[in-house]
Nanobody, 123 residues
Framework: VQLQASGGGLVQAGGSLRLSCAAS????????MAWFHQAPGKEREVVAA????????YYADSVKGRFTISRDNAKNTVYLQMSSLKPEETGVYYC?????????????????WGQGTQVTVSS
């Protein structure tokens, strides 16, 4: 599976962005997907995850009610809709794919990674 993230950019605090992650490979629809955030100088942390069919989702407490993860298996794409963005959410956002259908939140459970897309939230 190869992943290509896009949709990052510069946005003011309180604004919105939608990230996309396009996947190649026939197994995409069988695998759980997640978005991770890495702030400058910090560890990469899970933001949201979705199971293979979209039936289960996970959100970090800090983004609940503001971010929505979704997937379109027909398009081999996973999305992260982000709203009410905060300056501390600046950083690189990575999409990742497990080789299994269920959700996990540990980054070492994810086998495939995209190159990341930069999000900058100005105050």
């Amino acid at each position: 599976v190869q992943l290509q993230a896009s949709g990052g950019g510069l946005v003011q605090a309180g604004g919105s962005l939608r990230l996309s992650c396009a996947a190649s490979g026939r197994s995409f629809s069988s695998y759980a997907m997640a978005w991770f955030h890495q702030a400058p100088g910090k560890e990469r942390e899970v933001v949201a995850a979705v199971s293979w069919n979209g039936g289960s989702t996970y959100y970090a407490d800090s983004v609940k009610g503001r971010f929505t993860i979704s997937r379109d298996n027909a398009k081999n794409t996973v999305y992260l809709q982000m709203s009410s963005l905060k300056p501390e959410e600046t950083g690189v956002y990575y999409c990742a794919s497990r080789a299994r259908p269920g959700i996990e939140i540990r980054k070492d459970e994810y086998r495939y990674w995209g190159q990341g897309t930069q999000v900058t939230v100005s105050s």
